[in-house]
Structures are given as C-alpha cells and as structure tokens.
C-alpha cells in the first residue's frame, strides 16, 4: 500500500484537478465518506441498543478540513441525521470551503466558544444510568498541513473533547504532523480516522499512530499512476506482497542452493549478541551458518547451536575479537554468499580497525549491525569504498551517530534521515524503532507489525540475523530488509500474544519464526 507525505498530497489533488477530478469534487467525495463512516458507527452502535440516540458535533476550523465537515454534515441532514457545525477560527477563507458552507440548511451552527463547550459537557452531569445521547466528536480542526502547537482556545476545547463517547479525526487529528509523527500538546485522541486518498506518512510513526486509532482510507478518485511522478515513494509492507520473495525449497533442494552465512560477531563480554543472531539466521532458511566469534565462547555457541559451523577467533586482553584475524576471516568469507559483522563485537582500537578493513576487502554482501556500525561512526566515508552492496540496520541513536545528528534530531525526520544517509552512500537503511523505515535511495518501505515489548536487549540481534539469512540465500538487498524486518515485528508480535509484552524476551521472537513462515510460505 503506498502512503503519502503532506508535500506529495498537495501534489496529487492538484494533478487530479487539473484532469478534471476538481478540487470541489474530491471535496465532495471526501464528505460523503466521512458521513458514511459515521452512519456506519451509528448503525453498528444500535445494534448493541437501538434506543440510543447520537448527539453529533463537527469541530472545524477555517480551511478545507472544514469544508470536508461541512459536505458530511448535509450529507447527514440527508439521511434524518442531526448535527451541530462549530466554527473554532470563524467563517470558512477557502473558496470550496465558503461554497459547501452555504450549502448547509437547517444545521446548526455553533460560533461561540462557551456555547461549543457547554455544548459537549452538558451531558456529564446525568448520572450513568440515565439513558443520555452518545457523544460523537468529528474532529476537523487542522488538517494534513498542519505543524507546530495547537492554539490555546482549541487545546482548552478539545480538553473538554476527550471524555465524549466517540472521536473521529478528519483526514489527521488536528495537532499531528503528517511529516513525522509528531504530536502537539492537547492533540484528541481518535477512535477513528478517515483519512483520504492514501494514508500519510506521519500516521506510521509515533506518537501520531497512537492518536489516530482505527485508520480507514477513504478512495476519492485519484489514481495511483499519478504518484508515477514522486521523485520516492513510500510503501507499507504487507504480507500478500511478500510471499512470492521467500526461496521455495523444491524436491531437489540441498544446503548449498540455500546459501552460505559468515557470522562475524560476539565477544566474551557479549556471547548472547552472537547466538541470537545466529540462530535467527539459521530459523529463517539459511543453508550453511559459519560463525567467526572468539575461541572462548565457541562452546557455549555450540551447545546452543550445533547446526553451525564455527571459525575461532583470537582475542584481545579483554576478551574482544583482535585486529589479527582479518586474513582468517577473509578465508572464511571466500565461500560465503553474506557477511553478518557486529553483533556483540564491541568497540575497541582493534574491532574498529578489523571491521573497516573487511568492509573495503568483502566481496559479498554485507549486513552491519550494532557495534559494527559504531566501529565506523567517526570514519563512515568507508562505506563508499565496499565492493558489494551493504545493509546498516542502526537504531536511532546509533543512526545519529553515523550523520552526525542528536538521537532526538534523527527521530524528528526519520524518513529525510534514512532516505538522504541511503542516497549519500548507496545503502540499504533500515532504521529501526516502532514504524521502522527502510530507505533504498528514493524507494521509501515503512513497517506496520511489531510491538513495544520487542523493545527488549537482543531484539536487534535477532533482526539482523534474519536479514543477514535472506541475503545468504540471494534475496536483494532491499528485498532482504523488507521481509526481515516484517517477518521480525510479525514473530515479535506472536511472542507478545502468548507471552505478553511485558514478558517476552528477544529469544521468544526466534520461537515464533517458523509460525510466521507457515503463513508466509
């Protein structure tokens, strides 16, 4: 499914009214969606009680958000259902706006603050077990465009908002920013948000996806050829559109059609990073698993996980991998079809030196995580110089680290940040945290699955090993991001249902891997 950033929406109604879908018409569209989604509530609500009656109140402000209100209000006084239209900013200043405003007869208009505010709390002074109307709020403050704080008089209305029995947003909860994901002060939490034409981009990440409860995108005729001309465009993965990526294993199949996974990770501080990594890897498909750690955690990665092959390494006095085994890890790597470097490895003189000298040396491709992402933050013009494609799968503080930005800077742009890195250095980014964003120069993938308790040590490891193991097996580098990273929030999220968020480990996301491939395959 693609999703849209408020620049490329602008772009999108302009290009369908210049076709002849016009302005007024998608106006008109929109509306009339919103009504029906609104009838739809109602109709599902009376089915729990048919006597309940509905007090329905649009909250608008002066632009075209308004407008949609207004056509869903006349809408509703067509099928024998009242509403109430409050003005927040005045009369409508957009011209669609001002002549859907006129087409209203018979509905109320609210243009009083007090008036609006006693409205929605008149109901909270009868006791529960009255049979009161439910509340249904239809936010259409601010629309898609919106950025900064919301004004004091609309944060003090829609304070009075939040106790109402049902809120649907228009297009966005006014106050979200639909360029990031950021939320201001005050921002209604939706039960619903209708959005239209394509769901926007903010609406994938935090706090904005939390405001906006159900999203339901609403078709208002605007084709998808039109986006043909975005200079990138961003996509939601879903698991229809993955299936046919996965390698089916035919009758004839063996290890070596199923390819070869050097692991160059762990350390005696560390061991965990590297098995974790590893035995994700070999549950998502990979035919041979070698693994490159430090000599005195090879037992215990064997105890573990006796279906991989180990290369020991030597170690440093604290017990990190030394400098001194590139030459064995390039031996290693000469049959490999992937390298997985940094999971555990630390960061140290001699993990910066080895790991900048495999990237400029490995003829594969190169998965880096963790610590070998660290190793290469204060010289990262190195990624230039590999000879294969490379995968970086940073976390927000560690993508900050590699461009030079504070955590909370990366977390303000996420899709600039990892778009702009992957352009710069002709990398696949996968910048992890919830709505994780995965950037292949000017082709933008979001992803929708996974949960809070994922938030948990090793949870990056097991991602890593699963992309590193579809890279193994010849999947492209993109294509290895994309499936791994919803195959990983898919398992995490089985993981959550039966252990709890609260509970789940990240070993627990390995245990759910082969249910998600059941579905998957």
Do not use: W
């Not at 190793?375 to 799968?393: A, F, G, V």
């Amino acid at each position: 499914m693609t999703i849209v950033t408020p620049e490329q929406m602008k772009y999108l109604e302009a290009e369908s009214d210049r076709n002849g879908n016009t302005y007024e018409m998608l106006m008109e569209k929109a509306g009339e969606h919103l009504a029906e989604k609104i009838i739809s509530i109602i109709n599902i609500e009376k089915n729990k009680d048919k006597n309940q009656l509905f007090d329905i109140t649009f909250i608008c402000g002066n632009g075209n958000n308004a407008g949609d209100c207004f056509v869903a209000a006349r809408y509703l006084k067509q099928h024998g259902i009242d509403s109430a239209v409050a003005l927040l900013c005045g009369e409508p200043k957009t011209e669609i706006a001002k002549l859907n405003f006129s087409r209203m007869n018979q509905i109320e208009i609210i243009s009083d603050k007090n008036i609006l505010i006693d409205r929605i709390s008149k109901y909270k002074q009868f006791d529960e077990v009255l049979s009161c109307p439910r509340q249904i709020i239809v936010d259409g403050a601010f629309g898609t465009g919106f950025h900064g704080e919301l004004p004091e008089a609309v944060r003090d209305i829609f304070n009075t908002c939040s106790e109402c029995d049902i809120v649907i947003a228009v297009d966005v909860p006014s106050g979200g920013d639909c360029r990031n994901g950021k939320v201001s002060d005050g921002t209604l939490k939706a039960d619903y948000t209708i959005t239209f034409g394509f769901e926007k981009f903010g609406m994938t990440q935090y706090p904005l996806k939390e405001y906006c409860g159900e999203i339901c995108v609403a078709d208002i005729g605007i084709p998808i050829e039109y986006t043909d001309n975005f200079k990138y465009k961003i996509k939601i993965m879903c698991d229809s559109c993955l299936k046919n990526i996965i390698p089916r294993k035919k009758p004839d199949s063996h290890k070596g059609n199923f390819g070869r996974l050097l692991i160059v990770c762990g350390s005696e501080k560390m061991p965990g990073a590297c098995i974790m990594a590893a035995e994700a890897a070999a549950r998502s498909g990979v035919g041979l698993l070698q693994i490159a750690a430090v000599k005195s955690i090879t037992p215990v990665i064997t105890n573990r996980l006796p279906e991989a092959m180990l290369e020991p390494l030597k170690a440093d006095e604290d017990g990190f991998i030394s400098s001194h085994n590139f030459e064995t890890i390039m031996r290693a790597a000469e049959k490999a079809s992937a390298v997985l470097i940094g999971c555990g490895i630390g960061v140290t003189d001699g993990t910066k030196e080895l790991v900048k000298n495999l990237l400029k040396n490995l003829n594969c491709p190169i998965i880096l995580d963790a610590d070998g992402i660290n190793c290469i933050s204060d010289s990262i013009d190195i990624i230039r110089q590999t000879k294969s494609s490379i995968i970086l799968t940073p976390h927000p503080a560690e993508m900050g680290r590699l461009c030079g930005k504070s955590t909370a800077e990366v977390q303000s742009d996420r899709l600039g940040t990892a778009m702009n890195f992957s352009n710069e250095y002709n990398a696949v980014v996968v910048l992890k945290g919830a709505g994780t964003v995965i950037a292949e120069k000017n082709n933008i993938y979001v992803n929708q699955t996974g949960n809070p308790g994922m938030g948990k040590g090793g949870s990056g490891d097991v991602l890593s090993g699963i992309i590193a193991s579809f890279a193994a097996q010849g999947i492209s580098k993109v294509d290895s991001a994309v499936l791994g990273t919803f195959v990983h929030g898919a398992a995490g999220d089985l993981a959550a249902s039966k252990k709890s968020m609260q509970s789940m480990i990240a070993t627990d996301i390995i245990g759910e891997l082969g249910e998600v491939f059941k579905k998957l395959i």
